[in-house]
């Protein structure tokens, strides 16, 4: 803008009329040109990948159609949370590939919370050789990449533990741990399963069938939780009105387990044995080796960057806040559980959900060990067996997506409530 | 008083009594074991625990690692020297250790990488240290083009034409800018736009049946190993920084078309694991582009690591942004400097040095993901780890591979990380 | 910022350098001096990188027929490695001119994914390989087995088959390549190894005690493997066909890699001198000279001696020519005339 275009402005009044030079040196109007030019080079871009695509596809014979879905399979899937066979549905094996990938996600999250706040919590205290070891296991699982972890444990897991064969015969090699109940083999762990002598059959929910049995375990196991809460609350009523507060442990424990206790027992609960039979174990739970090794791989390997979380939440709380606890009189652990971790939570639950999300983006990684998740079945042999890259990529990335931000409007919707309340 | 104490106390001692040895409980190593160690139950119990664990893991894996055989043709004449003793193999190391860092590189042109990693360090120097003389930057930014040759090879005159592209574009934006400023954006870039299109392509041909010189060419898929890793891993990192910052800033913009694409962009990136990304670099990306074309892997792979590192960078960046004190905006408008000119005099310094660590902590999170090309058939590491152990000589060797290569990558990330928190500590200024 | 601006050459640079024009595959060829060859990432005995990291087998031996015909260079042949997964679309994509890999022709894969499959140069069929320690003779006897399986191929389709029509049950392990499900399986992960029965002979080959291992006499389906182009170059497709089925006619008509250059000169056999180029004009209608025949058998000898060579009774491997002996000898290898 030079300078005589300025003196002109202020001496004479601006004009109603509108020029076009205005649409470039006008502030009013700036914003509005680059965003027209903007979205025309946007759309022109688009334009020329989805010309390119839908003449590629031309090119190739192909048609973009997500039917290929209804088709049935034709391969088989190992682990299998719902109901699952060869002869079912693309659509099916994509969907059990989606539960895989939960299920998977689920446990690595919590293996990884516990040894996160394990091992934060330990590398800041006194105890100097714990503090080391623990520097040592953030250190060397943090610079390590989560693929090699991934193939050491799975390495682990089929080299280094002993195949079903070892344990048969008369003096087997290997023999099963916990007074026979469970036996780790190169083919994965073989835990007893609870089973039921009266089960109450399966509920179909469109496309799966949860065992009935289950869904009551959850809502008596909530139901107890709930009823334990407002023990919990009564008993802090009465403490807030007389100064002295009722005993409550026992009756925590009789809510806690009675009902399920209960239960178990009306429904003919036992435990299934993991036996070896012809080739491999059969009864019982069998825990793969590409789900150990997975497990173990993406829950140690995050439980590192949990622990920096929690260390760096709890460095975060100010130091008088602990003085001010001991000054209180409360013991260190007290000190820890009813002052520091309460206002550390704040600090450190955003990062630790990024975490959950990135276990969950990691569990994607299960094809090296050869684990069904959603990118095996439905990115690999699916997209394999029928050639339908582009809608098979494109379905995968959209739910990994909306896993993704359901994940993450979950925290938004924590980080709102948990805002120290500024005024 | 001492008069009082004259009158009722018999004895009154006028010296100082002679320094006691403290007990034995409060000094040397038994007061620090004591403090350390057992200073409650339950410490005791974790540093008994702690013992057994390193203890355990010693016993485990101490006598393998003792009992190295470092010289040795394959798996089957380690195993006839340890003759049935447990110990490492590092032989596997020995043998193949150059295709662990450079793949199948060809072995009389290892100095190339080397020197262009070794060039890498320094040209990052004046990047990073503000008191070396500004004209070093001028190296740092010949830095692409010479590692480009030195890695690829072939002629020379393709990187400097390329080169010259950002050449025309600063010559162009110098003389139009005498003419008009929004002119001088406008020919900075359609200058080198239209010199790459139209006369870099007779430049280097003429060039090159004119001058051929240049290193021999070597193909992206002899590349391999550690090489790749760093290649994809410094590329990505680099070329992510200033897109970033460009998502960083439409995300903090006013005009709500731009934010919501910046928006939408990032949280898509964000939200879909990168292996799904690298297959749509290698399965999909020929369906967006005109028929027919078809490029290097590795180049597909790298746009797709650099979208994905962008998307991350912009987040951190966008943290830095936000981490400065709305004064400082204020500052930059009330000295009447114009948006672009407020973003690199007063906004941007301050926020990239905020970012660092996180910037930090992207390349290293970067770095050990370029593991993942494995899947799409990129000889990294890892997939040189599967090759060697396809060979029938090496074939069932696991530990010592990935013990080599755990540790470079340790050493590495661990390294930097450790680097970028001295850095830190030298950048902060204020007062805290 | 300056720097990140100059990066930003190097990914432009690459770009033009790299962006190669759509033409027909056999100008392209010629304008590259180069075949580009889709391989597997390594099977001993069809295509794996030797010592020295130059590729050698039955498939590759295809792949340098084919480059001596065009280019007149059997090493002019610049071998990609593919997976299971990556392979069509390395294809279809053009990042390979050819597939010469282990690929099953099936109907889904000739009519869905518009391949070309030129025809048939190996007949295989799925089996199954067990240590000879857990005493099992039959496929049959299975029965909640673990299974060790590569991914992305028909094999487990079949394998799903073959235990639902048997109402057998079992436990499929997917791996992503032949190397680590070897490991896998030596380790006792895995009961049984399914693959194609030449790839179990290839793999039994490599173990250290290749005698601890048998293959089922089951064969589980047809599997005839053959080289793959693109639909829609009907040329190239042309080039790939005969040059395979050259090869055929000369184990056939007893060309080798020995005689062909004496047999070049003219022979009383009007077809040996129409395929060797003596007569007729057959190299000319494919776009090539009339001595191309002669040099892509020159390059590893016919049909025949590439089978005994690679894959054949005297080699590693151990394979009987079995259904692929020529037909004349009862076998399925038939080239059709050269006429």
New interface residues.
């Given amino acids: 803008m030079s300078t005589t275009t300025e003196q002109r402005v202020s001496t004479t009044p601006p004009k109603k009329g509108f020029t076009l030079s205005m649409l470039l040196y006008d502030q009013r109007y700036r914003s509005i040109t680059i965003q027209v030019f903007f979205l025309f080079l946007l759309m022109l871009g688009a334009a020329w990948l989805i010309d390119n695509t839908v003449n590629n596809l031309r090119?190739?014979?192909?048609d973009f159609s997500f039917a290929f879905l209804g088709n049935p399979a034709?391969?088989?899937?190992?682990q299998r949370p719902i109901e699952y066979?060869?002869?079912m549905t693309h659509g099916r094996a994509a969907l059990v590939g989606l539960l895989n990938t939960l299920i998977l996600a689920v446990m690595a999250c919590v293996l990884a919370t516990v040894l996160g706040v394990i091992a934060g919590v330990l590398r800041l205290s006194n105890n100097w050789i714990v503090g080391r070891l623990m520097t040592v296991y953030v250190e060397v699982f943090r610079n390590i990449p989560t693929l090699l972890w991934i193939l050491i444990f799975g390495a682990i897991m089929?080299?280094a533990m002993p195949?079903?064969?070892a344990f048969r015969g008369d003096d087997p090699a290997s023999s099963m741990l916990f007074n026979d109940a469970v036996a780790v083999t190169?083919?994965g762990v073989y835990v007893p399963a609870i089973m039921f002598a009266r089960d109450l059959g399966t509920l179909t929910i469109g496309p799966v069938s949860p065992s009935i049995s289950w869904i009551l375990v959850i809502f008596i196991v909530a139901g107890s939780i709930w009823a334990n809460k407002l023990l919990i609350n009564h008993a802090t009523r009465v403490q807030n009105a007389t100064g002295v507060r009722p005993k409550t442990w026992w009756k925590s424990i009789l809510i806690l387990v009675g009902p399920l206790a209960l239960y178990f027992f009306l429904l003919g609960a036992h435990l299934d044995y993991p036996e070896l039979?012809?080739?491999?174990f059969?009864g019982g739970t069998h825990l793969r080796?590409?789900l150990i090794a997975m497990w173990l791989g993406l829950g140690i390997y995050t439980g590192a960057f949990v622990a920096e979380n929690v260390r760096s939440g709890i460095l975060a709380i100010s130091r008088g806040q602990t003085e001010a606890a001991f000054a209180l009189g409360l013991q260190p652990g007290k000190t820890m559980r009813l002052i520091i971790l309460p206002q550390a939570l704040r600090v450190i639950i955003p990062p630790l959900i990024s975490q959950y999300l990135n276990i969950t983006k990691n569990t994607s990684l299960g094809?090296?060990v050869?684990y069904?998740d959603l990118r095996?079945t439905l990115g690999?042999?699916t997209?394999?067996?029928?050639?339908r890259?582009l809608e098979g990529m494109m379905l995968m990335m959209l739910i990994y997506l909306a896993i993704s931000l359901t994940i993450s409007g979950g925290m938004n919707v924590y980080n709102s409530r948990v805002k120290l309340k500024e005024r | 008083m001492s008069n009082i104490e004259a009158h009722t106390v018999a004895y009154v001692r006028d010296t100082m009594l002679p320094e006691q040895t403290p007990p034995i409980t409060e000094k040397g190593a038994v007061k620090w074991l004591r403090e350390n160690l057992f200073s409650g139950w339950l410490n005791s119990v974790l540093t008994v625990l702690s013992l057994l664990v390193i203890w355990w893991a010693l016993a485990a894996i101490g006598p393998w690692l003792l009992n190295t055989i470092w010289n040795a043709g394959s798996l089957?004449e380690c195993r006839e020297i340890l003759d049935g003793t447990p110990g490492a193999c590092f032989a596997v190391i020995n043998d193949r250790w150059h295709q662990l860092l450079f793949g199948?590189y060809p072995s009389q042109h290892y100095w190339r990488p080397t020197l262009a990693f070794v060039l890498l360090l320094a040209s990052l120097a004046p990047?990073l240290f503000t008191n070396l003389p500004r004209k070093l930057?001028y190296v740092?930014?010949?830095?692409?083009?010479v590692?480009?040759h030195l890695l690829w090879g072939?002629s020379i005159w393709?990187?400097v034409s390329?080169?010259l592209?950002?050449v025309a574009g600063f010559v162009a934006f110098v003389f139009a800018r005498r003419v008009n400023g929004l002119l001088a954006v406008f020919a900075a870039v359609l200058a080198p736009i239209f010199w790459?299109l139209f006369l870099?392509?007779p430049f280097n041909a003429g060039l090159s049946s004119v001058l051929p010189i240049g290193l021999e060419f070597v193909?992206s898929?002899r590349f391999g190993g550690f090489l790749i890793s760093l290649v994809i891993g410094v590329?990505g990192i680099?070329?992510s920084?200033?897109l970033g910052i460009l998502l960083a800033l439409g995300r903090q913009s006013d005009m709500v078309f731009v934010k919501s694409v910046c928006v939408i962009f990032i949280e898509f990136i964000r939200g879909v694991p990168l292996i799904t990304l690298l297959f749509t670099a290698?399965?999909l990306l020929?369906y967006f582009l005109?028929?027919?074309?078809?490029?290097?892997?590795i180049?597909r792979v790298?746009?797709m690591v650099?979208l994905f590192a962008a998307a991350y960078m912009a987040e951190v960046i966008r943290g830095g942004l936000a981490a400065l004190p709305r004064g400082q905006y204020e500052a930059a408008d009330a000295l009447g400097l114009d948006y672009w000119k407020a973003q690199?005099l007063i906004i941007?310094p301050q926020a990239l040095k905020i970012s660092i660590p996180g910037i930090v902590n992207t390349f290293i999170g970067l770095f050990k993901d370029t593991t993942l090309v494995v899947f799409?058939?990129l000889l990294d590491p890892i997939g040189l780890s599967?090759?060697i152990?396809?060979d029938?000589d090496w074939?069932?060797i696991y530990w010592e591979l990935f013990i080599f290569i755990g540790a470079l990558f340790f050493l590495f990330c661990f390294g930097i990380s450790r680097y970028s928190m001295y850095l830190e500590r030298k950048l902060k200024t204020d007062h805290r | 910022?300056?720097?990140?601006?100059?990066?930003?050459?190097?990914?432009?640079?690459?770009?033009?350098?790299?962006?190669?024009?759509?033409?027909q595959t056999l100008e392209a060829i010629l304008d590259r001096g180069e075949l580009n060859c889709g391989v597997s990432?390594?099977l001993?005995g069809f295509s794996a990188p030797d010592a020295n990291?130059v590729w050698q087998g039955f498939d590759v031996a295809k792949c340098r027929a084919v480059a001596a015909a065009i280019l007149d260079d059997p090493m002019a042949v610049?071998f990609?490695?593919?997976?299971?997964?990556?392979r069509?679309?390395a294809l279809?994509?053009?990042?390979v001119d050819m597939l010469a890999r282990n690929t099953t022709w099936t109907f889904?894969r000739d009519i869905?994914?518009?391949l070309t499959f030129v025809g048939t140069n190996y007949y295989d069929g799925q089996g199954f390989m067990v240590p000879r320690e857990?005493g099992v003779s039959s496929g049959m006897e299975?029965?909640?087995?673990?299974v060790c399986i590569q991914?992305?191929t028909t094999t487990?389709?079949n394998?799903?088959?073959f235990?639902?029509a048997n109402g057998m049950e079992?436990?499929?392990?997917?791996?992503?390549?032949?190397?680590?499900a070897?490991?896998?399986y030596?380790?006792?992960?895995?009961?049984v190894y399914t693959t194609d029965v030449s790839g179990l002979a290839a793999t039994r080959a490599?173990f250290?005690e290749p005698d601890d291992h048998v293959i089922l006499p089951e064969v589980i389906s047809k599997e005839p493997l053959g080289p793959v182009v693109r639909?829609?170059d009907k040329n190239w497709e042309g080039i790939v066909r005969w040059t395979l089925f050259a090869l055929m006619a000369a184990e056939e008509l007893g060309v080798t890699s020995a005689n062909v250059e004496e047999l070049a000169q003219g022979t009383d056999s009007p077809e040996i001198n129409r395929l060797l180029g003596s007569e007729g004009d057959f190299g000319d209608m494919l776009g090539l000279d009339s001595d191309w025949a002669v040099r892509a058998i020159a390059a590893s000898g016919n049909y025949g001696e590439i089978f005994a060579a690679n894959i054949g009774e005297q080699t590693p491997i151990g394979l009987a020519r079995g259904l692929n002996a020529q037909w004349t000898q009862g076998g399925l290898i038939y080239a059709p005339p050269f006429r």
């Avoid at chain 1, 034709?74 to 190992?78: A, E, M, P």
């Fill in positions: 090119a190739q014979g192909k034709g391969y088989d899937i190992s066979n060869s002869q089929t080299e195949a079903p064969s190169n083919r039979t012809g080739f491999n059969s080796n590409s094809l090296a050869g069904m095996s690999g042999i997209i394999n067996q029928t050639g890259e | 089957r199948f990047v930057l740092s930014a010949a830095y692409p083009f590692a480009y072939g393709l990187p390329a080169a592209g950002f790459w870099a392509q193909r898929d590329t680099s070329l920084l200033p290698s399965l020929n005109p028929p027919g074309t078809s490029f290097d892997l180049l790298i746009i650099t690199r941007m799409i058939g599967n090759a152990r396809a029938t074939n069932g | 910022m300056k720097k990140s601006i100059f990066i930003g050459a190097f990914a432009a640079t690459s770009l033009v350098a790299g962006v190669a024009q759509a033409q990432t390594g001993a990291g610049n990609v490695p593919t997976t299971g997964q990556t069509f679309s279809a994509s053009g990042e889904t869905d994914l518009r857990i299975l029965d909640g087995a673990t991914t992305g487990e389709l394998l799903a088959d235990f639902r079992y436990e499929p392990v997917p791996i992503e390549t032949n190397a680590e070897q490991q896998q030596l380790a006792g992960a895995c009961d490599s250290g639909d829609g």
